[in-house]
């Protein structure tokens, strides 16, 4: 019994190495890295808005997110899905129809995926959280990190990209 203690802090110190965030590297590494916004427009096949750049609600969702706030994301989801077209308005509502958080956040994996390939307001970065669900990415303010994936649990879990 007195082994536990030492188990549990071993995981929640593995847990906490797995968030750190990474030096840059020279050479390529396993972490995605987005595509050029120009190429990444074309290849979509989903219109997200006329002139192809992320629509501001995606980071209101996602700021909301990270401060697990459900009914602003909600809300924020929402209105992206009736301002956008294709892929990612079917992305947007299916977040903005999630039961809960943990759902809803499931939901924005999928909508992020296709908003890191878009071309982003002036400083809006690509973030990426190695821990969520294999690894996922979304897009925030080039500040500190709030990983809508965690929110305030583990809200600084990640690191940029780009």
Do not use: H
Not at 15 to 24: I, N, R, T, V, Y
Not at 64 to 87: C, M, N, Q, R
């Amino acid at each position: 019994m007195t082994r536990i203690p030492y188990i549990v802090g071993t995981i929640a110190m593995l847990a906490m190495l797995g968030c750190a965030p990474e030096a840059p590297k020279a050479s390529k590494t396993a972490e995605p890295t987005p595509q050029a916004p120009a190429t990444a427009a074309k290849e979509s096949s989903a219109t997200p808005t006329p002139d192809g750049v992320l629509p501001l609600n995606y980071m209101d969702a996602a700021t909301a997110l990270s401060v697990d706030d459900f009914a602003k994301a909600k809300e924020s989801l929402a209105a992206l899905a009736k301002e956008t077209t294709g892929e990612m308005q079917a992305e947007a509502q299916a977040a903005a129809n999630a039961k809960d958080i943990v759902a809803m956040r499931e939901s924005f994996k999928e909508l992020s995926a296709i908003a890191s390939k878009l071309q982003l307001p002036p400083d809006y970065a690509v973030a990426y959280c190695p821990m969520y669900k294999g690894g996922s990415k979304w897009v925030q303010k080039k500040e500190t990190l709030a990983n809508p994936y965690y929110g305030k649990a583990m809200q600084t879990c990640g690191s940029f990209v780009n």
